[in-house]
């Protein structure tokens, strides 16, 4: 979630500067800083209020989703479903990242392997949690309904990984055709994507849907290259406005006559139409808001929080959910600070629950933030050693997507994002050392 341009490789191990300090603030938009920010700790509270546990009237242990069951739930979730916006704001990162590389010398395949590593990394010990987890508890004789239930739901953002990796290592292709077809790719990707729909809802295999990874967060990247070029810009703020509401009003034929859930977050995944009426929609009110946004991040007090929560951005979103179980958990020792699920007490509750998160995830993150930052690296691989390893990081959050979290799961995601990270962080020191006299692999 860096975006950070990667740095060019050499034939010595470097280092990518990570600190504040190498940021130039007078080149960079910062009220998209604000907006990522903004994506993720939403998440965060939606979370908080989907997880409710508890005990029930014979004794045993609950897991329940309160938000859910509240009648506004569904239209609700057409303004807090913010993933579209967060993948527009990406799609804005990449094509200013990609240019700058560029324009320094850098190549695709830096670019591809700079940015799987920054994804693979920190996913790595996540999946080396849940293995060690789901392994103890089975070892223990944890219910396994219990153990099941709290891992599916608790490794359920990983999705994300999946999709965003795949966004990532095609950036290369498609800001090749965002300059030659810009119009063309955006009908095609367009066009794939209701196919996919199409074939989807007709033929009731659920399955297909997944090809949607490909086409509708594509094309919500295209159109973060699209405000990074200026378009949104270029509108006056009263088509602006009629472009957003249109496409927003657009959510209602394709919920009431058509076979999408009013429910945004059921159209989440496998990806749908839906998305990209919102990630038009929302990209359109991020430049109505603009100027109220820059003003805000001309604050100390909004840059301070920006640059503390950002930094921590991969931790707090991957690691949000285990963290809420575990402190639900304890919660639960010391019942008369664990009021039952969606009871008054506990919607008066979240608030706090939400502090508690964020300062644990916090101190969490310097466990395991150091697999956030970029680390020491080599020459870039080959690109077919890239590709290979973007594939062995794609597949890992893929199968829990369409499978769930377990401990299979969880220990062939650990062995494949650690071939992975060693394929793009450490193939080319020890190519180095073999290829060049005297010079021997760094630790980092």
């Not at 990449?94 to 799987?116: D, F, I, N, P, Q």
Request: aromatic letters at 10%.
């Amino acid at each position: 979630m860096d975006d950070a341009a990667p740095p060019t490789a050499t034939s010595r191990p470097t280092k990518v500067a990570s600190s504040a300090s190498s940021i130039d603030l007078s080149k960079r938009d910062l009220t998209l800083d604000l907006a990522r920010v903004f994506c993720v700790l939403l998440v965060v509270v939606i979370h908080l209020l989907m997880v409710g546990v508890g005990f029930g009237p014979d004794g045993g242990l609950e897991i329940s989703r309160p938000l859910e069951a509240q009648w506004w739930f569904a239209p609700v979730t057409w303004v807090g479903q913010i993933m579209p916006l967060f993948f527009v704001v990406g799609g804005f990162a990449s094509l200013t990242a990609w240019r700058s590389l560029t324009r320094r010398g850098g190549t695709a395949e830096e670019y591809v392997r700079s940015r799987v590593l920054r994804l693979a990394q920190p996913a790595l010990p996540l999946f080396i949690f849940y293995a060690v987890v789901i392994g103890g508890a089975k070892l223990l004789g944890v219910d396994p309904a219990i153990v099941d239930v709290a891992v599916v739901g608790a490794a359920s953002p990983l999705w994300f990984l999946a999709a965003y990796i795949l966004c990532q290592s095609l950036v290369p292709v498609m800001v090749r055709m965002h300059a030659t077809a810009p119009r063309a790719t955006l009908v095609v990707l367009l066009a794939g994507a209701i196919l996919v729909d199409t074939v989807r809802y007709a033929s009731g295999v659920q399955a297909i849907g997944l090809i949607n990874l490909f086409f509708v967060w594509l094309l919500v990247q295209q159109i973060g290259f699209w405000y990074a070029d200026g378009w949104f810009a270029a509108r006056r703020w009263w088509t602006l406005a009629i472009i957003g509401l249109v496409a927003f009003a657009t959510l209602i034929p394709m919920t009431m006559w058509g076979p999408y859930a009013p429910d945004m977050l059921t159209n989440l995944n496998p990806p749908t139409l839906p998305l990209i009426a919102l990630a038009i929609s929302q990209t359109c009110a991020l430049r109505l808001l603009r100027p109220a946004l820059a003003a805000l991040m001309n604050t100390h007090v909004a840059r301070g929080i920006v640059f503390l929560v950002g930094s921590r951005l991969m931790t707090i979103y991957l690691w949000h959910l285990p963290v809420i179980l575990a402190i639900t958990g304890l919660m639960l020792l010391v019942p008369a600070i664990s009021p039952p699920p969606a009871s008054p007490a506990w919607w008066w509750s979240r608030p706090v629950l939400f502090v508690l998160t964020l300062v644990a995830l916090y101190g969490l993150s310097f466990l395991v933030g150091r697999w956030e930052a970029p680390r020491e690296v080599g020459p870039t691989p080959p690109r077919a050693v890239i590709a290979i390893a973007a594939v062995l990081a794609f597949i890992p959050p893929l199968l829990v997507l369409q499978f769930f979290m377990s401990l299979p799961l969880a220990i062939l995601g650990s062995v494949l994002l650690t071939v992975s990270v060693m394929l793009l962080g450490r193939w080319g020191s020890r190519l180095a050392a073999r290829t060049e006299p005297g010079l021997a692999p760094r630790a980092g």
